[in-house]
């Protein structure tokens, strides 16, 4: 690694956890520690949102994926805005009329606490699993890219760096060092990314423009006669991709606690779908990573090139084909995006936490003899150690691991949607049929998931979460027919 690339990772590493500590001002109670005070700017929290969706994953596979299937995540991204536009206009009022902090209270105040626990344990649960998923995928490129310019750091040494950088401004400036960190990080990847572009373009030889001038790789979908097993067609791309921005904008506390920080309903929802076009915008950008490396390849394919996987692709670019100085920025991108993704879960799985479970943490913090702010910081630094462990129990998966880590979130995503819209548009629903429905379409939409593989391929994880509302409203009114007939 040339001193160049190690003093702008180093500067990066240093100073952003200090101007995201200075950013975040006085936190003097929970409430701002969790909920950043309710008076955040729509546009920091636009990019807080597109921060915290995107993660190593996205900047290591979207280009690996551009590479061989074009611009199908961008046809995604069209679900996603439509998705987050609904969730906007039929969510966000009832989640503001109650001033709520944590999305699952929404559900307690309809339903009852064992409701709003239950989801909010699922949630947890999911979000360990996600996360652990992407810190230690997100980890692996790092740690290769690091010691493919000899400076080889272990991949737990790397894991502990990442994530005790970033508890330092997420410990002490709550949800506020979060949003204006995210904010920061977002701007590196995004010049990162831009950057190898005009790079690549600055290359391209007149034969490499035909080439791509006439190839099929700036489509948005695919044609698939597997219906329910491609992600990339119109269908499952814009009908999917909006209902699983729906469950993940709308229900997710990971993505609603920022939503719920600004100051109005107004911004709330300039914020939500700006966020939808945004990351839009960064998908194409990253594709167009993965098509300018196809055609500076000459259209080989990536075992041509000797690379095993997709998500080699772009980490194999940095190492390989980029100057001093412009790796070094790249490296400090996949850092921040790591980071980004890790300090918003912290943040949220910690008001989860306090919000939903106020009574038995509050019996906690009088036993330990601490102050709510210190408890709440110690549930912080609990959920550190619970993600570190769970990212040193996975290994490498197979394919992308974006759409592995989707896959994860979709398994739960299905069933809370359902239940919030049992909440919203069924008034004469009751907990004694949305909970059982609840926790069955979990182990059902698992079950599809680990089991069912028709003609050996896995259901598209854009058709998990459409599965999952679909089985909870059923089972859910087969709950409320007995009910009336036993009745």
Known sequence: MSPVDLAIICIYCLTLPF??????????????????GHDLPWWAICLSLVATETSTLTVISIPGIAYGDGMVFVGLATGYVVGRALVAWLFLPHYFSGKFSSVYQYLGQRFGSSMERTVSVTFLLMRVLAEGIRMFAGMLPVAAILAAMHFPLPDFVVMLLIMGLT????????????VWSDAIQLAVYVTGAA???????????????HMLAHSNRFHLFQRSSMFFLNPYTPFAAVL????????????????????????????????????????????????????LLWAHNDGRSLAEVGLHASDELFPDFIVRGLPQGLAGLLIAGLLSAT??????????MTSATLLDFSGPCADAA?????????????????????????????????????VFGLSVAA??????????????????????????????????????????????????????????VVLMFVLGMLSRQLRRVQG
């Open 19 to 36: 101007i995201a500590f200075a950013l975040s001002g006085r936190q003097d109670s929970v409430s701002a520690y969790v909920g950043g």
């Open 167 to 178: 508890l330092f401004y997420t410990l002490f400036g709550g949800l506020r060092a979060v």
């Open 195 to 209: 950057a190898c572009v005009l790079l690549l373009f600055h290359h391209e030889t007149a034969g490499q423009a």
């Open 240 to 291: 999917g991709g909006a209902i699983m921005s729906m469950a993940s904008h709308g229900t997710d506390q990971l993505m609603v606690q920022r939503v719920l920080a600004a100051r109005n309903l107004a911004d709330a929802r300039k914020a939500l779908i700006g966020s939808g076009f945004m990351v839009g915008m960064l998908f194409a950008l990253l594709s167009l990573v993965g098509i």
């Open 339 to 348: 980071m980004g993704s890790l300090s918003a879960t912290l943040n949220s």
């Open 366 to 402: 009088r036993r330990l003899r601490l102050r709510p702010l210190a408890f709440a910081r110690l549930v912080t630094l609990g959920w550190a150690v619970v993600l570190v462990l769970a990212a040193l129990g996975f290994s490498r998966s197979h394919g992308p691991a974006v």
């Open 411 to 468: 398994c739960s995503y299905g069933a809370m949607l359902g239940a919030f819209l049992f909440a919203m548009f069924l008034p004469r629903a009751k907990v004694r049929d949305v909970l059982p429905a609840f926790i069955l379409t979990l182990l059902g939409v698992c079950a599809v998931m680990m089991f069912v593989h028709p003609r050996g391929h896995a259901i598209a994880f854009t058709w998990l979460v459409p599965f999952g």
